[in-house]
């Protein structure tokens, strides 16, 4: 086949084409820090990237669920361990109060602070955490503990014991929520011994010990069921945290510019076009029809 000016022309032109997208392209990577500009620079690398950063967003969303679940179980935890004080406090006035040697007046005077104490309780066990109820199971709209007015005075549980799940790895679900169901016994020894109190009745005070000391261990049992949910969301919380690292340097270096190759290849690429520039100055030499003009 005869090579004519036309396609020797052609031939040229679209070489020095390709050089001036290789310049341009390098060119874009450098001035924008990223490998891959465009798919079609990588469609494998498009894809694992996108891949990853499926996994970035889920990770960034179970630790966003994570902080949320923490921030609920240590509202718990403060008030549970109120409660285990106020339980500690009520033992000690029911031990003063079983003292044989006091009078009425003193005795009163402890089932006033035991009154103060049914009072605190109540409140604990219908604390909230952005208007949401701790310890309502499932009804967090509903106040969980209902106080009646004596004597004698009695405390009803309106909750539930329904759990809050919370997802906080790829279907890994955990309850967040302590059931408040046990709370109205636990206050119902505490008014047992104020009224035993105010009565003189000293076996019946001393009946009322043993049930505190019932309702102890049930709050007891509550701050380690709290303590071994905030373990997990931090257990959690740190190997989403480490996965989250692995899957930015992984995303980088697909995506980001290795500085020193590009500028590199840049500096090649850039001899190689100015080397066909000169190439094709000297290919496109005048023909016959440039003579007879």
Do not use: C
């Amino acid at each position: 086949m005869r090579v004519t000016p036309r396609m020797m022309m052609d031939t040229v032109l679209q070489n020095i084409s390709r050089n001036e997208g290789n310049l341009e392209r390098l060119q874009s990577q450098m001035t924008s820090g990223k490998r891959l500009t465009r798919p079609s620079d990588d469609p494998q690398g498009v894809h694992l990237t996108l891949a990853y950063r499926t996994d970035r967003d889920a990770a960034n969303q179970h630790l966003r669920n994570i902080e949320h679940s923490m921030a609920w179980v240590q509202a718990s935890e403060t008030q549970i361990d109120s409660a285990v004080d106020a339980i500690h406090r009520a033992r000690e006035l029911g031990i003063m109060a079983a003292n044989d040697a006091l009078g009425p007046d003193q005795r009163s005077a402890i089932a006033t602070e035991l009154d103060e104490l049914v009072n605190h309780l109540v409140t604990l066990g219908n604390a909230t955490l952005r208007g949401q109820h701790l310890f309502a199971g499932t009804q967090i709209d509903t106040n969980p503990l209902l106080l009646t007015s004596g004597p004698p005075t009695t405390v009803t549980y309106q909750g539930d014991s329904g759990q809050m799940l919370r997802e906080i790895d790829t279907g890994v679900t955990i309850p967040i929520n302590t059931s408040g169901a046990f709370l109205p016994g636990v206050i119902a020894g505490v008014i047992s011994l104020r009224d035993h109190a105010v009565a003189g009745d000293v076996t019946g005070m001393q009946a009322d010990l043993n049930t505190l000391d019932g309702g102890m261990d049930q709050l007891l049992d509550a701050q380690a069921q709290i303590g071994a949910t905030t373990a997990r969301l931090e257990s959690t919380r740190d190997q989403l945290s480490l996965t989250q690292i692995h899957t930015l340097d992984q995303i980088s270096k697909i995506e980001d510019v290795d500085f020193t190759e590009a500028a590199t290849e840049f500096a090649i690429q850039e001899t190689v076009y100015k080397a066909a520039l000169a190439a094709a100055s000297k290919a496109i030499q005048p023909s016959l029809l440039d003579y007879l003009r």
